[in-house]
Every structure is written in structure tokens, then in C-alpha cells.
């Protein structure tokens, strides 16, 4: 039986990485500059691929950008999955997200400068990191973890704060990136509701290493 992949697959396959490609070209200039005014030329040039090739997969440099900040929010939501499997309480889970977040400022500085210059814009998205926090909150405040409160104000302050510590590593080296996360992921479970000596406590539990 010949194992050669069907013409039509072959074209899906190569379509994808087209677009794929165009999107890790606009992640790299959302992380290095932020500058979106980059020409199709360019980008097309970074991403190896023919300059006709952009409008097989975006109408514009904007489709084009909006996909490549989803796309790099959902790997940031993913990896929170995959490091945060099996813890169940709310609160813990609210605080290894900003201590995984500083840490992720070294391990993965091309997420977090795309989360540092248009993370804003999407903290109430229905995808990526947004979804994930609102669904924690969600959790923490029916099952009385959390003081109660409309969801999703309490996900501006969450991401906020978040989106202040993101730019205080980068702005900031100087200062140390665990201690401020995990003073700050301590302060926002206490604006949650969680009582001081067990906000103390759940904000210094063992992380998990990240991978």
C-alpha cells in the first residue's frame, strides 16, 4: 500500500504551514518592536514565503496581526493547562499564574512581550489566558473561595495586576521576579476575598517546573 499522502492533504498541509509561518513572522515583530506598520513585503520575506501567499490566508496586515496575539495568548493559556494539571483549588490557581508568569518573562520572553504591548486589548477575550481566569473565578466565587463579586470585574483587576507585573520584569530586571509575583499574587487573593495568613500560605505553595 503506497503511504504517499493524497494530493488534496499534501495542499492542506502546506496551506497551513503557509499561514503558520506568516504567523510566527508576526509574533516575532509583535515581541521585537511591536510595530505593525511592517510592509506585507517584509513580513512575507521573514516568513519564506511568496508575497502573493499573504492573501491566500489574510485579508490584511490586521487579520493578519489579530491572529498572530490569539495565537500566542492560546499557547500561553496552553502551557498554563499543561503546568497547572490537578490543582483543583481556585486560589492556587490564581497564584501560579502570576508566580508562572514572572518566570515565563525568561523562559518565554516572545509570549510575554506580546502579552506586555497588547495583552489589554484582550483581557476579556473569549480565548487565551481570559477564558481561563474567568473560568477560575467562576469557580472560586459559587464555591465561596472568593469573596462574591461580578466575574468579570474581577477579572479587570486580575489581569491588570497581571499585565502590571508582566511589564515590571521587563521594565524592571532589577528587581526580583519571583518575590514581586508572589507578593502580588498574595495581595490579589486578598482583594479576593481570601483571608491574609491563607493568601500567606496558597501564594507560597511549590510550583511546578516549567516546561
Known amino acids: 500500500m503506497s ?19 506568516l504567523i510566527r513572522a508576526a509574533r516575532q515583530i509583535l515581541a521585537e518592536t511591536g510595530d505593525t506598520s511592517a510592509s506585507i513585503q517584509v513580513i512575507a520575506d521573514r516568513a519564506d514565503v511568496g508575497f502573493g501567499s499573504f492573501y491566500n490566508h489574510f485579508e490584511s496586515k490586521t487579520d493578519l496581526f489579530e491572529a498572530a496575539v490569539v495565537d500566542a495568548l492560546e499557547e500561553f493559556g496552553q502551557a498554563f493547562d ?11 490557581l490564581v497564584a501560579a499564574g502570576f508566580r508562572l508568569s514572572a518566570r515565563m518573562a525568561g523562559s518565554h520572553p516572545e509570549l510575554m512581550q506580546i502579552l506586555r504591548r497588547r495583552g489589554l486589548g484582550y483581557l476579556h477575550s473569549d480565548n487565551g489566558l481570559a477564558v481561563r481566569a474567568l ?17 468579570v470585574v474581577a477579572l479587570s483587576a486580575l489581569g491588570g495586576t497581571l499585565l502590571s507585573l508582566v511589564e515590571l520584569r521587563f521594565a524592571r530586571p532589577d528587581v526580583d521576579g519571583d518575590q514581586a509575583a508572589t507578593d502580588l499574587a498574595e495581595m490579589v487573593l486578598r482583594m479576593l476575598g481570601v483571608p491574609p495568613d491563607d493568601a500567606h500560605e496558597v501564594a507560597r505553595r511549590p510550583l511546578p517546573e516549567l516546561g
Open 135 to 151: 473560568r477560575d473565578l467562576q469557580v472560586g466565587i459559587a464555591s465561596g473561595r472568593f469573596t462574591a463579586v461580578e466575574p
Open 3 to 21: 503511504t504517499t499522502a493524497p494530493p488534496g492533504n499534501r495542499f492542506e498541509r502546506r496551506r497551513s504551514q503557509t499561514r503558520q509561518a
Open 82 to 92: 499543561e503546568q497547572l494539571t490537578g490543582i483543583d483549588d481556585p486560589a492556587e
